[in-house]
T-cell receptor, first 116, second 112 residues
Framework: DTGVSQDPRHKITKRGQNVTFRCDPI?????LYWYRQTLGQGPEFLTY????????KSRLLSDRFSAERPKGSFSTLEIQRTEQGDSAMYLC??????????????FGPGTRLTVL | GQQLNQSPQSMFIQEGEDVSMNCTSS?????WLWYKQDPGEGPVLLIA?????ELTSNGRLTAQFGITRKDSFLNISASIPSDVGIYFC????????????FGAGTQVVVTP
């Protein structure tokens, strides 16, 4: 399977615990995105990387959230001191930035986080 | 938060009918993407649009990039039961080369 993969698919945690999610993009895709989606809403942008550089972060990304893409391949999203409001689907997407600006994003299956 | 207005919010149609939905933005976009999402899964890309006025088809799906560059439309012809799902538009404005904004989705229910 050469699509975007995410791990784990589901995570249940207690309030106050830290969680970390992993995303493996499509091979050779240089851009990687993180989104958060709650029930009945479309995905909300959190942050994106071009290679290993984090180019943009949403105001939604509080200081409890941190994302990394150390070698420009896989990425991790960590949430510290989780709160019940963090319960959501966390989606990762990747794309290949071309000189002509074409930028189709392909999503992974998501990680469903439930904070008790 | 989201800045795209997607409508309708939901549609209940009979098998064989056509479906139309649209998205509008307050700013000029240079890219529109349309996705379909099934419960518990990530969105699946259906169609990508890059030029004003562009009309692109993918099987029974047809999408258009509005001439004003502030809207886009998706049509599904001759709907079948597997068209059930939530359809999202996503757009990228000219001042943001990375970030995409999403609509709230259109839920499509197809009855036999």
């Amino acid at each position: 399977d050469t699509g975007v993969s995410q791990d784990p698919r589901h995570k249940i945690t207690k309030r106050g615990q830290n969680v970390t999610f992993r995303c493996d993009p499509i091979s050779e895709h240089n851009r990687l995105y993180w989104y958060r989606q709650t029930l009945g809403q479309g995905p909300e942008f959190l942050t994106y990387f071009q290679n290993e550089a984090q180019l943009e972060k949403s105001r939604l990304l509080s200081d409890r959230f941190s994302a990394e893409r150390p070698k420009g391949s896989f990425s991790t999203l960590e949430i510290q001191r989780t709160e019940q409001g963090d319960s959501a689907m966390y989606l990762c997407a990747s794309s290949l930035r071309s000189g002509e600006g074409y930028n189709e994003q392909f999503f992974g299956p998501g990680t469903r986080l439930t904070v008790l | 938060g989201q800045q795209l207005n997607q409508s309708p919010q939901s549609m209940f149609i009979q098998e064989g009918e056509d479906v139309s939905m649209n998205c509008t933005s307050s700013s000029i976009f240079n890219t529109w993407l349309w996705y379909k999402q099934d419960p518990g899964e990530g969105p699946v890309l259906l169609i990508a649009l890059y030029k004003a006025g562009e009309l692109t088809s993918n099987g029974r799906l047809t999408a258009q990039f509005g001439i004003t560059r502030k809207d886009s439309f998706l049509n599904i012809s001759a709907s079948i039961p597997s068209d059930v799902g939530i359809y999202f538009c996503a757009g990228r404005s000219t001042d943001s080369w990375g970030k995409f904004q999403f609509g709230a989705g259109t839920q499509v229910v197809v009855t036999p």
